[in-house]
């Protein structure tokens, strides 16, 4: 008798969502979903308007109720932690909300430094450094610092909401639509800066999107919604042999890809090679 090789080790889930269930009414939007997000990995999440991409996100962030379901981040089953336990597990995600959601009373620096207050005892001097850090990382000037969110540009707004969610080092991004209203050159820049941020900090992310250059050029693996469920996970180049007619007319539809293949494909994540 043979000894079998050993199993390569699987895939580290960072979060894992099964059988989830949310509903507003009668309305169901979530009908028995499962996902797992790999650590390392671009995850891009796809779906038809409505079909309920922000909810998930909001839900697994604890600001949507479930109906049912489990979700576990980290190894924690999030229904079982205590609110200390919970406050823990938040600083190892940030969240870029659509449109960036500054506080518009607040400069720039006041607003990444709103994580900063709510989770760390630091000195004023410290989380003005912590802030003159995040600034460089996403390739803001320091003179952004001070100025109020009326007063920056689009993709300006978008880097300062990615700077708040890099504020506390986390673990996972979540970006919700993070190129919608850039123009293309300042969406290709933003994605080049995700996958920079990826790459050197080693982000997991998790990116609801409508865009597919950033499909392409970002993700390792894209999940599909449909009908409250994931109807296909996968890498790109699998998603576009399927037959779902959603996910055909997604890819191959109108404002679909011929772009396939004219776009470098994103460095392999662990586990998803
Ligand atoms: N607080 C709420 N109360 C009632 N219904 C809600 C609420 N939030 C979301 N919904 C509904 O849940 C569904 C999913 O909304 P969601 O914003 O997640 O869609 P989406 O896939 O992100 O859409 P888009 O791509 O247009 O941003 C929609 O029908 C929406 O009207």
Known sequence: MTDAAPSPPGPDVVISVRGLEVAFGDHMVMDGLDLDLYRGEVLG??????????????????????????????????????????????????????????????????????????HLKLSQAM???????????VGLPQDAADKYPSELSGGMTKRVGLARALALDPEIVFLDEPTSGLDPISAGDFDDLIATLQKTLGLTVFMVTHDLDSLFAICNRVAVLGHGK????????????????WI??????????????????????????
């Not at 989380?127 to 990382?137: E, N, S, W």
């Not at 996970?233 to 998603?239: F, M, S, T």
């Open 45 to 118: 999440f796809v779906g038809a308007s409505g079909a309920g991409k922000s909810v998930l996100t909001r839900t697994i962030l604890g600001l949507v109720p479930k109906r049912g379901g489990t979700i576990e981040a980290f190894g924690h089953n999030l229904d079982h932690l205590t609110h200390q336990e919970k406050l823990q597990i938040g600083e190892r995600w940030g969240v870029l909300f659509q449109e960036g959601a500054l506080f518009s009373s607040l400069t720039v620096r006041q607003n990444i430094e709103v994580p900063m207050r709510e």
């Open 230 to 245: 994931v109807s296909a996970v996968g890498k790109i180049e699998d998603l576009l042999q399927s037959d779902d007619p």
């Open 127 to 137: 989380m003005d450094g912590l802030t003159a850090q995040k600034l460089h990382l």
């Open 248 to 273: 055909k007319a997604y890819f191959h539809g109108k404002r679909g890809v011929v772009r396939a293949g004219t776009r470098a494909a994103p460095s392999p994540a662990p586990h998803t090679a």
